[in-house]
């Protein structure tokens, strides 16, 4: 298991969420630090795809500009379905994080491969449960991951977002 610092924050809607990383990126936040997650509620309603075009995501759906604008920013996108939570979307190194806990068959009862992902870089699994919880009820996971001292200035932003929870993981330097 990778030790790693954290702050992970659960947003209601994909708005609070992009103001959120909108914060982070003009306070100059390192945006390849920077996961997002969320269930694709809407594949029903909606045609929805996506497309790898060289570096760059492309997203059809209901939050398509959303997404569409987040996988250009941010290091890697993918999209999932996990039993018990259904189809979630990924921006950023979560995407690493699950392909290498299923690939290393880093398997954690009572935890999908998003919980996986995240208890193998050191997320507590109490957290990890709860952070499942909010993909289920359609909620949007922001995780910023790196040094103590980018997570605790990534920490102090998020802080001043609306969430409607974070927490920190991991050693913190509380500023």
Do not use: C
């Amino acid at each position: 298991m990778i030790s790693t610092n954290a702050v992970v924050a659960v947003y209601d809607t994909h708005e609070r969420a992009e103001h959120a990383i909108k914060e982070l990126q003009e306070a100059g936040v390192d945006m390849k630090s920077l996961s997002i997650a969320a269930k694709d509620t809407h594949t029903d309603e909606h045609v929805v795809g996506y497309y790898n075009a060289g570096d760059r995501m492309k997203y059809w759906g209901k939050v398509g500009a959303f997404w569409g604008g987040f996988w250009g920013l941010l290091f890697g996108a993918a999209a999932f379905a996990i039993p018990g939570i259904g189809p979630i979307l990924v921006a950023g190194p979560l995407v690493a994080w699950i392909v290498g806990a299923l690939e290393g068959a880093v398997v954690v009862g009572g935890v999908s491969a998003v919980g996986a992902g995240l208890i193998s870089i050191g997320i507590p699994k109490d957290s990890v449960l709860k952070y499942e919880v909010a993909l289920k009820t359609d909620k949007f996971l922001l995780i910023v991951h790196g040094t103590a001292e980018a997570v605790d200035k990534a920490r102090n932003i998020i802080a001043g977002t609306e969430h409607s929870y974070y927490a920190v993981h991991g050693e913190s330097v509380l500023a």
